[in-house]
Each structure stands twice: as structure tokens, then as C-alpha cells.
């Protein structure tokens, strides 16, 4: 596509269940990050891609949250049993990778809301 | 890991002025990005500069890496301006992108 995209746009949930958030990058980019931004916050990293493979989980903040790619293209951010502070804007970016430039572009975010 | 500052954190302009955002970085960096994030969230990409100058149109970036840190210039601001500007740098021996808390202007009518 010509940009990156994300869906679902909103996402109310309950507390306790689970939710995946998917993630479509700009094609041909094989780096994707994923970052959580809470209301009035700046962007906090969770999670780094190069291709299939997840070199860098550091910032994914407890084991309820984890991720997968396939094919090198769409991922998958996936919290389970939410929780209240869970609630947060939550956003992709991808770039070309390590043999091309680092320049990242953001999709427009899923906006999860835990009640 | 590597810290980033920016300032100042909150900027009121009357429309028409110019302004300069700095971002403090605390170790060396190989690329830094400027984005802007408009009031209805979406990251727009300003520059990717991790050293030297660029302009596109009324705005303007350097980045001095030997010193650690990079300046945006905004001049004859417009209202659409108005938004939080967040620099970013990559941590250090990772991947992980380190973004600043930001500068939110406001530009007045």
C-alpha cells in the first residue's frame, strides 16, 4: 500500500479480554516497530522487527503482551487480559531496513480503550 | 541507554512569528527524525537528519552530532502548525527508538 495502515481504528474492550491489533506496512519495508503512546504522552517503543524475526522485545511491558510477524509483511500485536492501563493510542511504523535508510513512518494508530 | 530532551515543552506563537525547538541527545547517534504529530495524532515525518541542515519550505532542521543535538526552525507560523513536535534518535547498541516528551505549540490566530 502506499502508506502504513492499521486497523481496527478504535477498539473498546472489557477488562480481562483479549485483543490483537494488526499492523500492514509500507511494501518492501522489512523493518516494523511497534509503540504505545498513553493520553498526553510521548511514544514509548515495546517492540523491533527485521523481517520475521523480533531482535529487540525490550520495551514490551509484561508477558500479557506479545507480537508475531509473518511473511515479512503484517504483524500482530496481541495483549491478553487487558487491563484498565492498557488504554493508550497504539502505533506502527515501519522503514526500509537495515539495507536502505532508517527513516520510520507512522500509521495512523488503533486507539484501545480498556473499561 | 540514551537520553533525549527537548525544549522548551510548551510554546504559545502569535501567527506569523518564528520559533526554534532544540532536541539534547546523550550519546551518539547515526540518525535522528523530527516529526510532528497534528492534533488529530498522526505522525507526520518532518526530517530524517542525522547530521547537517535541511529545509522544505518554512522549515528548516540541523543537527550538529558532535554536540549532540538538533534544532528545528519554524518560521512565519501558521495555525495549522499547532501540534506537539517529537524528535527521536536510536538507543544506544540496539534497535530500540528513543523519542523526546516533545514541544507542544500552540499557534494563535
Known amino acids: 500500500g502506499a502508506g502504513v495502515s492499521q486497523s481496527p481504528s478504535n477498539k473498546v474492550t472489557e477488562k480481562g479480554k483479549d485483543v490483537e491489533l494488526r499492523c500492514d506496512p509500507i511494501?518492501?519495508?522489512?523493518?516494523l516497530y511497534w509503540y504505545r503512546q498513553s493520553l498526553g504522552q510521548g511514544l514509548e517503543f515495546l517492540i523491533y522487527?527485521?523481517?520475521?524475526?523480533?531482535?529487540?522485545k525490550s520495551g514490551l511491558p509484561s508477558d500479557r503482551f506479545s507480537a508475531e510477524r509473518t511473511g515479512g509483511s503484517v504483524s500482530t500485536l496481541t495483549i491478553q487480559r487487558t487491563q484498565q492501563e492498557d488504554s493508550a493510542v497504539y502505533l506502527c511504523?515501519?522503514?526500509?531496513?537495515?539495507?536502505?535508510?532508517?527513516?520510520?513512518?507512522f500509521g495512523p494508530g488503533t486507539r484501545l480503550t480498556v473499561l | 541507554g540514551i537520553q533525549v530532551e527537548q525544549s522548551p515543552p510548551d510554546l504559545i506563537l502569535q501567527e506569523g512569528a518564528n520559533s526554534t525547538l532544540r532536541c539534547n541527545f546523550s550519546d551518539s547517534v547515526n540518525n535522528l527524525q523530527w516529526f510532528h504529530q497534528n492534533p488529530w495524532g498522526q505522525l507526520i515525518n518532518l526530517f530524517y537528519?542525522?547530521?547537517g541542515t535541511k529545509q522544505n519550505g518554512r522549515l528548516s532542521a540541523t543537527t550538529v552530532a558532535t554536540e549532540r543535538y538538533s534544532l528545528l526552525y519554524i518560521s512565519s507560523s501558521q495555525t495549522t502548525d499547532s501540534g506537539v513536535y517529537f524528535c527521536a534518535v536510536p538507543n544506544t547498541g540496539g534497535f530500540k527508538t528513543i523519542f523526546g516528551a516533545g514541544t507542544r505549540l500552540f499557534v494563535k490566530a
Open positions: 511504523a515501519s522503514s526500509l531496513g537495515p539495507s536502505g535508510s532508517n527513516e520510520q513512518f
Open positions: 511494501s518492501g519495508h522489512t523493518a
Open positions: 522487527f527485521q523481517g520475521n524475526s523480533a531482535p529487540d
Open positions: 537528519i542525522p547530521s
